[in-house]
């Protein structure tokens, strides 16, 4: 199975901060990533899909990028309810989850 | 509105059974692929099994191969998981989701609110 992992692990930031959080694949997988958001007792939500497509709905201050074993996710402008765990997921071969970013505030 | 809504989770003895089921509404079911992912308290995503829109075909995870089925009846809108031989390290929220298919791209873009199982004597 590909592994994915996340970095950090945990964030901390401030309203109004710019952050990025990197996911690094264990081999190359193209473009078949795609980043969830997950507030707790909540489902996850799909925030980024296919590296950099912007999913609908989803605020533009979220972007993402990268390609091969290299993707970030960036939250431009941190706003009070972004603070939650972020996951990279990838579905290059069997679907695997990165270990999880949790945002929380400083 | 797209909603995908789970039941039949609870408590169940090391060794029993359940059946998860999933209520899809507000799409045409019939034509998306389907997953159950799975995340055990205080821990992360993790993907279980996969069933193309017509039940045709099925893929697991190691982990539940041989216990764990996955089915779906269109005419009922709904997606199942036979949970056989449970482990306490099958306690977790099972979520079910949807994934639409664009070409070799695809996503979880609708997610269940999920169903506990707890495995515990």
């Known amino acids: 199975d590909i592994q994915m992992t996340q970095s950090p692990s945990s964030l901390s930031a401030s309203v109004g901060d710019r952050v990025t959080i990197t996911c690094r694949a264990s081999q190359s997988i193209s473009s078949h990533l795609n980043w969830y958001q997950q507030n707790p007792g909540k489902a996850p939500e799909l925030l980024i899909y296919a590296a950099s497509s912007l999913q609908s709905g989803v605020p533009s201050r979220f972007s993402g990028s990268g390609s091969g074993t290299d993707f970030t996710l960036t939250i431009s402008s941190l706003q009070p309810e972004d603070f939650a765990t972020y996951y990279c997921?990838?579905?290059?071969?069997?679907?695997?989850f990165g270990q999880g970013t949790r945002l929380e505030i400083k | 509105e797209v909603q995908l809504v789970e039941s039949g989770g609870g408590l169940v003895q090391p060794g029993g059974s359940l059946r998860l089921s999933c209520a899809a509404s507000g799409f045409t079911f019939n034509t998306f692929w389907m997953y159950w992912v799975r995340q055990a308290p205080g821990k992360g995503l993790v993907w279980v099994s996969r069933?193309?829109?017509?039940?045709?075909?099925?893929t697991y995870a190691d982990s539940v191969k041989g216990r764990f089925t996955i089915s779906r009846d269109n005419a009922k809108n709904t997606l199942y998981l036979q949970m056989n031989s449970l482990r306490a390290e099958d306690t977790a929220v099972y979520y079910c989701?949807?994934?639409?298919?664009?070409?070799?791209?695809?996503?979880?873009?609708?997610w269940g609110q999920g169903t506990l199982v707890t495995v515990s004597s």
């Open positions: 069933i193309n829109s017509d039940g045709s075909s099925t």
């Open positions: 989701a949807r994934t639409p298919l664009l070409g070799t791209i695809y996503y979880f873009d609708y």
């Open positions: 997921q990838q579905t290059y071969s069997t679907i695997t």
